[in-house]
């Protein structure tokens, strides 16, 4: 049996999938005080519900992967450690000086964010590497000793060490933590270098910054889990889910803790990307509409596409992720009249307190949620498996208030005109996604799940021309799927950093065969033999003199040719998908080797449903009026009780415990073997 | 000018308030897309890291309804080229055609920004405009790079167009495209960026044709009506509640690069109901150096300005242009005419320009007003680099602090009010790869920020080794180091820019105009950024937060006494 547990701002999600391939899910409340509360009660609930005692369940376990939100909370919260940070002398202000920027440009009246670490705690030491890595001035012990010394007496609880140009010449920052650990201060240490190998030390520092803040926070909560889950029965290690989309065991991660900033978001793409695999879908777009914002990411042959940068407000972290761009939109997105008349949507959000005016938790003011319980599209009953009742009553109140009547319209079209400008906002966020990779969105197949997505995504797969839309049965628990999709994953980069007509013979080879062992070595640490490892090696290129670099997917043959027009070819290929041309004859410049090694799990198999007959109405439960420019009964139907091979005409509604799903007119839907709907169009 | 429709009506053409929502917002993202091709497929290095590029949809009459935030100095100044473009050709222009335009002279506000443009027809009439502005790396002139104070009329600044067509009916005219590009010293370079500019903007009005298909012109023509009705009635909302009265701002450049210094940029603002007047007539004439402004970027820094100051957003449009007038007087430095240079007018004449209408605005609508920010003063090294290539290096980084306001401190490190916090600073690393430079420091400047109830943002000090074999050339065009960036209110002004050379122990300072500036290994350029203004009494500010800056090393003890009293 496979375990996983996503916690979420609300819910904590824990989904079993057990040898045959069945899946079991349970929800419980997060207990964001001490998130493994809501942990161990949601698996005791599974337990429950499966007739066993958490001990058994956790003995069962064969895999256990859990992704939280603590090291995010502690960031986003500004909760993190007390970091002190050791710099070059001369240079101690880069965090504070940042790169110049600021996030939203037009404010110019916003609070400056103060950096992690304050200006009494970041201090230079005299010491100095060159461009090239020659050492212009040793590292000044004496100095670094009465600073080290100063800092612990100013109560530091983690250290960031971070020189320039390290990543060419690291010695004098590990010389750093090997006087830490003489002197016998157990402390929280992360070096620039080793949390990222690449020129820029701003980004070093940032994210070594953000690394050393959380780290002790994460320490503190994974180290205790995994005890309770230990002396609760589990006996296999406890894998904590990152931001790439892989997992690593609880020691590795709480080292690179800024790996797991945006895991939740990670486990959903993946989950896109494992049934994208199943349908066999070589481009699909998810979108993961919640309360606040929609995540959005895009699936090429299989695999979530990666970055390498991600922005927290003003806090920058570079480390490898999947791409997952959250826009802000979502079922709890504010609309209002602008200070022209004008609908509009956001960027305020009722959240999840006091929520949607029909929470009736105290809102007032109209949201998307509001519109869609109008509409007819959300029933107020089935809510979060009635867990929550609606108001409808509420919701036209608010609008009535706020928008139909200073608009001069009625409620409904009101409402209507607010489902309409989501999907426009949805849309448009996925046709950005799509051209900034220098795609279309037309050749993708749309991905919907999360609470708020089903309501719109056929009109969203509308408005962008595309021709499918899947929604998964188990769209509310997702991430928690995802988990278990994913393999154990370590990323591993060295600096080049020279033009490639300069590159010895066998240069990168010897560069990705020292990254390819140091992986391989880290991997069968933990058990995996060599035939379950998974290489994937980039290199980071550009031309000289440009900012940016793309990645260049590097194939383990290339690495044997003597000449190095493959990597010419290479470089020139992926620039060209981004950037629709290449400068000819001039040669690109390789900043970085990065190299991705899996320990492959046993693949996922869910166990198919068989198929049916089409006539889809044995899982009819009634109907309901629903509001699509005029009033109109459409038949509803119990997701849960959809069988594959069922056909649905547009219009009609699914509803679950978790979401609903419209179908509209000219739209049909058809259930598949894993229970998931696809909707498709007729030809227009 | 006339009254305008009360907030919250529906807009005459009788559009469906749910049409005109998503209208807007599909203007909106068709800018943002044109924007997002542009970074994608610009071609020069300079223009990619710096994106100094902006995209308008506007509409038959040359009204920007909707803008992609990028460098907001472009956005006022938009509608004047598209005008120019669109009058030359009138009767004349068909599907697929790009109009071309980069004189100051015709609309447009400095050589190196080349506007391109195409329209969007529906039932045989230009129902739209989708337009895209880039700033070119070169576009000719007695200087490499464009901002040569030496220049003395506008032909020394580069390649003058005019309106012209780049392309008929969707055919590309090769024979104009080369003679553009040969006029620059990085052919190859303009062509790519030119190239990029087109393809953006054609797919741009591919977005937009599918809009008219979808709700046909009658509806769009509704929906222009309303966007802009709304742009206007939330500019006119806001100056409302502004104090009305005449307020004078004058501002002061360094150096009206012909020999005056502290040169008033003076505005009267007159606030009525809810209109307002904004009047240059008293600013000094024209003179022969590259501090000039033409009227188009004069307007520009007008929308700049009430843009900072308004809280709403989608007041962006020209809509809202309409609720101010903006009164200049030909042959004025703030209004030019042929043949003097301009080139200065985006960066150094343009935050004078805006900090002198900032200065009214304060006294009409004081919670909104903003102290001072460092203004730009750049520099560029040419020379050999370790291979024996040649370079030009811009300085990009310690952009200086920004001002304060009613409730916050200034941004540290943000710099120049007409872009604050744009493009990233490269890193200290790349740029000792890639130059023969080391830099010895960067760190925060101490008593930069003028002190105030809410104090100013710091600026940094640069310090940058000569490493070269051979000797470099240092030109310099900036501003900012006679004239500190203002405070309000009772703050002090910030620390002005200094920058020096430092070589065999002696200081040369490095003036906002000195070119051709040689420089020789072991010389240490030492860049002190000016400090963001302040903002009220500093006796007020909590003794908390001055205790702070104190142990933070913000300020100094001297400073922390005699500024604050602490």
């Not at chain 2, 129902?127 to 000719?140: E, Y």
């Not at chain 2, 809280?311 to 042929?338: F, H, L, M, W, Y």
């Amino acid at each position: 049996m496979r375990l996983s547990v996503d916690v979420g701002g609300t819910f904590t999600d824990v989904v079993a999938i057990d040898e045959n391939g069945d899946l079991h899910v349970r929800k419980a409340l997060s207990t964001p005080h001490d998130q493994s509360i809501g942990v161990l009660d949601g698996i005791a609930g599974l337990s429950r519900q499966l007739g066993t005692t958490l001990e058994a369940l956790l003995a069962r376990a064969t895999l256990f992967i859990h992704g939280t939100t603590v090291a995010t909370n502690l960031l986003i919260e500004r909760k993190g450690a007390r970091v002190g940070l050791v710099t070059t002398e001369g240079f101690r202000d880069l965090l504070e000086i940042r790169e110049g920027t600021k996030a939203d440009r037009y404010d110019l009246r916003e609070a400056f964010p103060q950096p992690l670490v304050p200006r009494p705690l970041r201090r230079g030491v005299p010491e100095r590497v060159r461009w090239d890595g020659a050492v212009e001035k040793p590292l000044d012990e004496t100095a670094l000793q009465r600073v080290l010394r100063e800092l612990r007496d100013q109560g530091v609880d983690a250290l960031v060490i971070g020189f320039l140009n390290a990543h060419r010449n690291p010695s004098h920052e590990i010389a750093v933590r090997e006087l830490v650990e003489q002197s016998g201060w157990q402390t929280y240490v992360s070096l620039g270098h080793e949390i990222l190998a690449q020129e820029g030390e701003y980004d070093r520092l940032s994210t070594a910054a953000v690394n050393s803040y959380v780290g002790p926070g994460l320490k503190r909560y994974l180290d205790n889990l995994a005890l309770r889950l230990l002396s609760s029965g589990l006996r296999v290690p406890l894998m904590s889910m990152q931001s790439t989309g892989g997992a690593l065991p609880v020691d590795q991660s709480v080292r690179h803790a800024a790996g797991a900033l945006t895991s939740g978001p990670a486990g959903g793409a993946m989950a896109g990307a494992f049934f994208a695999r199943q349908y066999g879908e070589q481009r699909m777009v998810t979108y993961d509409m919640g309360g606040t914002s929609t995540d959005i990411c895009l699936i090429d042959g299989g695999r979530p596409l990666e970055r390498q940068k991600t922005d927290f407000g003003d806090v920058k972290v570079v480390a490898p992720t999947l791409d997952v761009t959250a826009l802000g939109a979502g079922g709890g997105s504010i609309a209002k009249l602008d200070h022209g008349g004008i609908l509009d949507l956001g960027p305020e959000s009722a959240g999840a307190r006091p929520g949607p005016a029909c929470y009736q938790q105290g809102g007032v003011l109209p949201t998307v949620t509001d519109a869609n319980v109008v509409l007819g599209y959300i029933s107020p009953d089935t809510f979060l498996g009635g867990r929550m009742t609606l108001s409808r009553d509420l919701a036209v109140a608010a609008i009535r208030k706020h928008i139909a009547e200073p608009l001069g319209v009625s409620v409904e079209e009101a409402s209507y005109a607010i489902n309409a400008l989501a999907n426009a906002r949805i849309a448009e966020g996925i046709r950005a996604a799509t051209v900034r990779r220098g795609r279309d969105p037309r050749d993708y197949a749309l991905f919907s799940f999360g609470g708020a997505g089903g309501v719109h995504a056929d009109m969203v797969g509308r408005e962008l021309l595309i021709p499918k839309i899947v929604i998964p049965r188990e769209a509310a628990v997702l991430s928690a799927l995802g988990f278990l999709s994913s393999d154990i994953r370590h990323d591993l980069s060295a600096p080049v950093g020279k033009p490639a007509p300069r590159l010895e013979p066998g240069e990168l080879k010897s560069v990705f065969d020292g990254l390819e062992a140091r992986g391989r070595a880290l991997l069968a640490a933990e058990g995996f033999a060599s035939d379950r490892v998974r290489l994937v090696r980039m290199l980071d290129c550009r031309y000289h003199r440009q900012v940016f670099s793309v990645e260049v997917p590097v194939e383990a043959g290339d690495l044997e040719r003597s000449d190095d027009a493959w990597l010419v070819r290479k470089f020139e290929a992926s620039y060209r998908t981004l950037y629709q041309h290449v400068h000819e004859d001039v040669p690109g410049f390789v900043d970085t080797c990065r190299i991705a090694v899996f320990g492959m799990q046993p693949p996922l198999v869910l166990k198919e449903r068989p198929a049916g007959a089409t006539d889809a109405s044995p899982a009819c439960r009634g109907s309901r009026r629903v509001y699509l420019q005029a009033w109109t009964q459409a038949p509803v139907y119990w997701f849960d009780d959809l069988l594959s091979g069922m056909v649905l005409k547009g219009p009609a509604l699914v509803d679950s415990a978790s979401t609903s799903v419209l179908v509209v007119a000219g739209s049909t839907a058809v259930i598949d073997p894993l229970g998931s709907i696809h909707i498709t169009r007729e030809r227009e | 000018m006339s009254a305008t429709s009360p907030v919250g009506t529906r807009p005459s053409a009788g559009v469906h308030p749910m049409t005109l929502a998503v209208v807007r917002y599909k203007l909106l993202a068709v800018a943002e897309e044109v924007v997002e091709m542009m970074i994608r497929t610009c071609f020069s290095p300079l223009l990619n890291q710096s994106r100094d590029f902006s995209a308008v949809v506007l509409d038959a009459r040359s009204r920007v309804l909707a803008q992609a935030e990028r460098v907001p100095i472009h956005m006022g100044a938009m509608p004047f080229a598209m005008h120019a473009m669109h009058q030359a050709f009138a009767g004349d222009i068909h599907e697929g055609d790009i109009l071309m335009a980069n004189d100051p002279y015709f609309g447009g506000s400095h050589l190196p920004d080349i506007t391109l443009a195409t329209p969007v027809l529906s039932g045989g009439r230009i129902r739209l405009w989708v337009a895209n502005r880039a700033h070119q790396g070169d576009i000719g002139g007695i200087s490499a790079g464009g901002y040569s104070p030496q220049a003395r009329e506008i032909w020394h600044e580069g390649l003058r167009i005019p309106p012209i067509k780049l392309a008929e009916r969707g055919v590309l005219r090769e024979d104009l495209l080369r003679l553009i590009c040969e006029n620059s010293r990085k052919p190859d370079d303009m062509r790519g960026d030119l190239m990029a500019q087109v393809a953006s903007i054609t797919i741009g009005a591919q977005r937009l044709q599918a809009l008219f298909e979808r709700y046909g012109a009658e509806q769009i023509e509704g929906c222009i009506a309303g966007i802009l009705d709304a742009g206007e009635a939330s500019m006119r909302a806001q100056i409302g509640r502004w104090k009305p009265g005449r307020y004078t701002g004058v501002s002061y450049l360094d150096d009206d690069g012909v020999g005056n210094q502290n040169v008033p940029i003076t505005v009267h603002l007159t606030v009525e109901g809810d209109h307002a007047v904004v009047d240059f007539t008293a600013c000094p004439d024209q003179v022969s150096s590259f501090m000039n402004s033409p009227y188009a970027n004069t307007a520009a820094c007008v929308n700049v300005a009430f843009l900072y100051v308004s809280d709403d957003r989608q007041a962006r449009n020209e809509g809202s242009a309409r609720a101010i007038t903006i009164r200049t007087r030909k042959g004025s430095i703030v209004d030019c005419v042929p043949p003097v240079p301009v080139t200065g007018c985006t960066t150094l004449t343009g935050s004078v320009i805006i900090e002198a209408l900032l200065r009214a605005m304060e006294q009409a609508a004081p919670e909104g007003s903003l102290a001072g920010f460092a203004r730009r003063f750049r520099f560029v090294i040419a020379g050999k680099d370790r291979d024996g290539q040649d370079y030009i290096w811009h300085y990009f980084s310690n952009r200086g602090g920004a001002g304060g306001n009613a409730r916050h401190d200034g941004y540290t490190n943000l710099g120049v009010i007409h872009n604050p916090g744009g493009s990233p600073s490269p890193s200290i690393e790349r740029t000792e790869a890639g130059f023969p430079f080391a830099i010895e420091s960067y760190e925060l400047r101490v008593d930069s920020a003028g002190a105030g109830r809410r104090r100013g943002g710091l600026g940094g000090v640069y310090v940058l080794r000569y490493e070269g074999e051979r000797d470099a050339i240092l030109n310099a065009a900036g501003e900012g180091v006679i004239v500190p960036p203002y405070g309000v209110d009772g703050g002090d002004p910030g620390a002005p820019h200094d920058y020096r050379i430092v070589r065999n122990g002696t200081e040369m300072a490095i003036g906002t105009r000195d070119t051709g500036v040689r420089i020789t290994r072991g010389d240490r350029l030492v860049c002190k950024a000016a400090g963001g203004g302040g903002y009220g009494d500093p006796r007020e500010r909590e003794r908390e937060l001055v205790r702070r800056d104190l142990e933070y090393g913000y300020v100094s003890r001297e400073a922390a006494r005699s500024r604050y009293g602490y």
